[in-house]
């Protein structure tokens, strides 16, 4: 007794269901993939804009250093200067501050 299988019955009953679930599990595949990149794009965004933020801040906390460096200088050379010049007056001497 030998069973003969229709090809016609092994296509609907095997084949159609076979590539059909391998055509979901492609779609699947690619959907995922998809928002997987979506979120890391997104995330790499973000990262980006916290570290340009991070820079700017930086560069601002570093100029604001600078500056107050610069500042101090030129208030030390200036009382430097105010000061030879009350003690030529107290000594009698010309007033010529020695160069910095």
């Known amino acids: ?19 059909t679930a391998l055509f979901w599990l492609v779609w699947r595949t690619r959907r995922d993939l998809e928002q997987r990149r ?13 570290l ?17 460096i610069a500042y101090l200088h030129a208030v030390e050379r200036r009382l430097a200067a105010h000061l030879f010049r009350i003690e030529a007056k107290l000594d009698g001497r010309p007033t010529r501050p020695p160069e910095p």
């Open 1 to 19: 007794m030998t069973i003969a299988i229709d090809p016609i019955w092994w296509i609907g009953a095997v084949e159609i269901p076979a590539v």
């Open 52 to 68: 340009a933020a991070a820079l700017a801040d930086f560069k601002l906390d570093v100029a604001n250093g600078y500056a107050s």
């Open 38 to 50: 979506e979120a890391d794009r997104r995330n790499a965004e973000e990262g980006h804009a916290r």
